[in-house]
């Protein structure tokens, strides 16, 4: 189910570090992943997607992991920078459902 | 290339007052549409999603309806506001058999006072 009750987690990170960001999903039968970025007053944006028969996509300084054995999935920024202070979001899309299902999110905050 | 609007971007009303919030898509036809509420620094709770038109599915029983009147038209309506329906109003769309990706709009916030 949506945690929207809860408060964010929050990451903190040093500028030109890395981060990564983590995210439990619930089913197993989830055939399709995304991490969305959102910044303050706007809306989700997609940031990479991944599919359940892989393990590994790499977009521009970003990779996401999937973890099909522990239902895990995880988003890694490279060389963070304050751009990237934001609200992240996983979802994953069941293979015959029609909704998303959405984690609590995580608040990434880039210290100078 | 697909766009999605929502309007109006902000809005303020007073509790027992209507409501009614637009979204369009365009660039895409059949998607999957949804609306979702976003509480100050809270996850994405899903409302109603609509698979065609006319068909409205509802995730959290309250004083909110939704209609979808044309393919890609999507209505949250209100006929008399809480307090508790502030909060940051999200339109998104789908297709599961085209890009895949659930792509949101900008959203409205709405203050009830």
């Known amino acids: 189910g949506e945690s929207v009750g809860l408060h964010l987690p929050t990451l903190s990170v040093q500028e030109g570090d890395n981060s990564i960001i983590n995210c439990a999903y619930s089913?197993?039968?989830?055939?399709?992943f995304i991490w969305y970025k959102q910044e303050s007053g706007k809306g989700p944006q997609f940031i990479i997607d991944?599919?359940?028969?892989?393990d590994k996509r790499q977009g521009q300084r970003v990779t996401v992991l999937l973890n099909k054995t522990v239902k895990h999935l995880s988003l890694q920024i490279a060389a963070t920078q304050p751009g990237d202070s934001a609200v992240y979001f996983c979802?994953?899309?069941?293979?015959?459902?029609?909704?998303?299902?959405f984690g609590p999110g995580t608040r990434l905050s880039v210290l100078p | 290339s697909q766009t999605i609007h929502q309007w109006p971007a902000t809005l303020v009303q007073p509790v027992g007052s209507p409501l009614s919030l637009e979204c369009t898509v365009e660039?895409?036809?059949?998607?999957?549409l949804y609306w979702y509420r976003q509480a100050a620094g809270r996850g994405l709770q899903l409302l109603f999603y609509?698979?065609?038109?006319?068909?409205i599915s509802s995730e959290v029983p309250q004083n909110l309806s939704a209609s979808r009147p044309q393919d890609r038209q999507f209505i949250l309506s209100s006929k008399k506001l809480l307090l508790s329906d502030s909060g940051f109003y999200l339109c998104?769309?789908?297709?599961?058999?085209?890009?895949?990706?659930?792509?949101f709009g900008p959203g409205t916030r709405l203050t009830v006072l």
């Open positions: 998104a769309w789908w297709r599961r058999q085209g890009t895949d990706t659930q792509y």
């Open positions: 089913n197993s039968a989830s055939d399709y």
């Open positions: 991944i599919r359940s028969n892989m």
């Open positions: 979802a994953e899309a069941p293979r015959d459902g029609q909704n998303f299902v």
């Open positions: 660039g895409t036809s059949n998607p999957n």
């Open positions: 609509s698979v065609g038109i006319g068909q």
